[in-house]
């Protein structure tokens, strides 16, 4: 991850929560919205750190099975950060944007010889490696609480990754990519539960499987799956800003051959990631 742009997002967070608590406003309104107004605007952040638990790939079907975690660098803690912007169209309705970036840049030494995509990387080769899998989601949510200060919502997602993944060696002289862009259509849930002290739970789950040709509409055998499930605890800190912190899992993968391969390979790939974070977040309104 980049510690630049990590220490460059927190600066302004710390100004922009900074902006909020101390900005004038009408006694009536909070920082981003008047109570008059048919629709009201939330927006998140999260900062923290990504462990992953597990993470295995292989690409190509003579390729090698590779353990990111014991051989690809990707023990250590990871920066994370997660952006939303929400628009409440009255009291049951919700529309929620989503950016979540996710690109893990590591380096290590090879154990043994790996295989990608029909490509040889020898043992002892200094290794590069890019699990770039940033997506964008767009939610609906209708809310079937009436308490307009608490929520039990559910609806539908639509999910769109960039993936890219690399494996490279130091010197320039070995190197196989793939990438892609896709659409993904995931079920959402979320609970929240507000207390007479500020306080307040909520929980929020995101999630998709799918297995088979005809179930996925791909002409070969694939199987794919995404869950995004957290549990957080927050506090009113003002009208206008809530803090929370916020555990989650967040992993998946797919397995299968792509219908179209690149000029390397044969398009086979295997790929499943399970991750845990740890996040502070703040919800301003």
């Known amino acids: ?138 939610s609906y949510l209708f809310d079937f609480n009436k308490d307009p200060q608490n929520e039990l919502a559910a609806g539908i997602s639509l999910q769109i990754r960039n993936a890219t993944i690399s494996f490279a060696s130091k010197d320039g002289t070995l190197f196989r990519t793939t990438q892609n862009i896709g659409p993904v259509p995931i079920f959402k849930f979320r609970w929240a539960q507000h207390f007479k002290n500020g306080a307040w739970l909520g929980a929020e789950a995101d999630g998709f499987y799918a297995d088979g040709r005809y179930i996925t509409g791909s002409a070969n055998d694939f199987m794919g799956a995404i869950f995004d499930v957290s549990g957080r605890y927050g506090f009113r800190l003002n009208e206008s800003l809530d803090g929370f912190v916020n555990l989650r899992y967040l992993g998946g993968g797919a397995r299968g051959t792509d219908e179209t391969p690149a000029d390397r390979g044969d398009g086979f790939t295997d790929n499943w990631l399970n991750t845990m974070t740890l996040t502070l977040g703040f919800y301003m309104q």
Request: net charge neutral.
């Open 1 to 138: 991850m980049n510690i630049k742009k990590s220490k460059k997002t927190l600066c302004i967070l710390i100004a922009l929560i900074a902006g909020i608590l101390i900005a004038p406003r009408p006694a009536s309104a909070t920082w981003l919205n008047n109570p008059d107004n048919p629709y009201q605007f939330r927006a998140g952040f999260e900062t923290g750190f990504l462990g992953v638990l597990s993470h295995r790939i292989q690409l190509g079907s003579n390729g090698t099975v590779f353990d990111y975690v014991k051989d690809g660098g990707q023990a250590n803690l990871l920066f994370f950060n997660r952006l939303t912007a929400e628009m409440h169209l009255g009291p049951r309705h919700g529309l929620v944007f989503l950016y979540q970036p996710l690109d893990v840049r590591t380096e290590d030494l090879l154990s043994e010889d790996l295989v990608v995509d029909s490509l040889l990387f020898p043992a002892e080769t200094p290794m590069e490696f890019r699990y770039g899998f940033d997506f964008y989601r767009i």
